[in-house]
């Protein structure tokens, strides 16, 4: 491994850490501020159709955002492992009563069903998580590539990637790998 992967996998291990560390109470504090920075976000782009993401290992949590959506009958979006592209997302539908089930890195997705799948191009905002991130908007994900995929030149698209995270995620500088994808916007909590 080369000293650039290195330093990577580094500020995830601090930065994860660090996120660990947070209190619930600190936790809770950052999804009520980047609740209401997302919803104006949302307000402004008079987007309907919002993919986000289920916390997972001390991401900032999205509960209270997709509470928020339903109660504005928007469409709320959840990101599932595509079954035979291996690496890449689908966008399936999110209601209270959808059927979930963990994908194979434990995290809770929508039960497959192709009926409930939404295209890139009919998703208007995809609020994604991220592990570290710098003031020009790169950002350091858990390392699999799934969402440097699924944004992949997203100024072509339909779509607009903003990033959710919480203040000690920021870190000064990080270090770029080529597939990495800027996101247009990180709401701070």
């Given at each position: 491994m080369n000293t650039h992967s290195l330093l990577r996998q580094k500020i995830r291990r601090q930065v994860r850490q660090l996120r660990q560390k947070l209190t619930t109470f600190e936790q809770k504090q950052a999804e009520i501020i980047v609740t209401q920075k997302a919803l104006q976000f949302i307000d402004q782009k008079q987007a309907q159709n919002i993919a986000l993401y289920l916390a997972f290992d001390g991401e900032i949590s999205t509960q209270l955002l997709i509470e928020h959506l339903w109660e504005q009958g928007k469409n709320v979006f959840l990101p599932v492992l595509h079954p035979f592209c291996a690496g890449?997302?689908?966008?399936?539908?999110?209601?209270?009563?959808?059927?979930?089930?963990?994908?194979?890195?434990?995290?809770?997705?929508?039960?497959?069903?192709?009926?409930?799948?939404?295209?890139?191009?009919?998703?208007?905002?995809?609020?994604?998580?991220?592990?570290?991130?710098?003031?020009?908007?790169?950002?350091?994900?858990?390392?699999?590539?799934?969402?440097?995929?699924?944004?992949?030149?997203?100024?072509?698209?339909?779509?607009?990637?903003?990033?959710?995270?919480?203040?000690?995620?920021?870190?000064?500088?990080?270090?770029?790998?080529?597939?990495?994808?800027?996101?247009?916007?990180?709401?701070?909590?």
């Amino acid at each position: 491994m080369n000293t650039h992967s290195l330093l990577r996998q580094k500020i995830r291990r601090q930065v994860r850490q660090l996120r660990q560390k947070l209190t619930t109470f600190e936790q809770k504090q950052a999804e009520i501020i980047v609740t209401q920075k997302a919803l104006q976000f949302i307000d402004q782009k008079q987007a309907q159709n919002i993919a986000l993401y289920l916390a997972f290992d001390g991401e900032i949590s999205t509960q209270l955002l997709i509470e928020h959506l339903w109660e504005q009958g928007k469409n709320v979006f959840l990101p599932v492992l595509h079954p035979f592209c291996a690496g890449h997302l689908l966008f399936l539908g999110y209601q209270p009563k959808t059927l979930m089930q963990k994908n194979t890195f434990g995290i809770w997705q929508p039960k497959l069903n192709v009926q409930q799948v939404l295209p890139l191009n009919e998703i208007d905002i995809i609020f994604v998580p991220l592990v570290a991130f710098d003031q020009q908007g790169n950002r350091l994900g858990m390392g699999g590539g799934f969402y440097d995929r699924t944004l992949q030149n997203w100024q072509q698209k339909s779509f607009i990637p903003i990033g959710l995270a919480h203040q000690c995620q920021q870190v000064e500088h990080l270090p770029l790998a080529s597939w990495d994808i800027p996101l247009a916007q990180i709401l701070v909590g």
